[in-house]
């Protein structure tokens, strides 16, 4: 059952930007950490960035850092991730997630609800 909905992804040339969208349809009264992870043909699912949503409290993995930002809003149930001076080596597919937790969540296994995934292509 589909409970996390990405979408905005698509083509992008390099240093350009692109905002990725998701929605939380079963989120009502909860308050569990929302991620951002990517995958990129042939490679593991890794981290790109976390939000704790009460406090909205951020942390990013290092490749990302200064050129992604993720936000949320509580009413709309929805994460975002503001992505900037895209690079080519950012093209995957990425994965909108809710976690169990309630603090800061970078492993996969700290997650358990995943959206269907969007693919982001940075064309040189």
């Known amino acids: 059952q589909v409970q996390l909905v990405e979408s905005g992804g698509g083509l992008a040339q390099a240093g350009g930007s692109l905002r990725l969208s998701c929605v939380d349809s079963?989120?009502?009264?909860?308050?569990?950490?929302m991620g951002w992870f990517r995958q990129a043909p042939g490679k593991e699912r890794e981290f790109v960035a976390t939000?704790?949503?009460?406090?909205?409290?951020?942390y990013y993995a290092d490749p990302v850092k200064g050129r992604f930002t993720i936000s949320r809003d509580i009413v709309s149930n929805t994460v975002y991730l503001q992505m900037s001076g895209l690079k080519p080596e950012d093209t995957a597919v990425y994965y909108c997630?809710?976690?169990?937790?309630?603090?800061?969540?970078?492993?996969?296994?700290?997650?358990?609800?995943w959206g269907q995934g969007t693919q982001v292509t940075v064309s040189s």
């Open positions: 079963r989120r009502t009264f909860n308050t569990y950490t």
């Open positions: 997630a809710r976690s169990y937790l309630l603090t800061k969540a970078t492993m996969t296994h700290e997650y358990n609800h």
């Open positions: 939000i704790t949503w009460s406090a909205g409290s951020t």
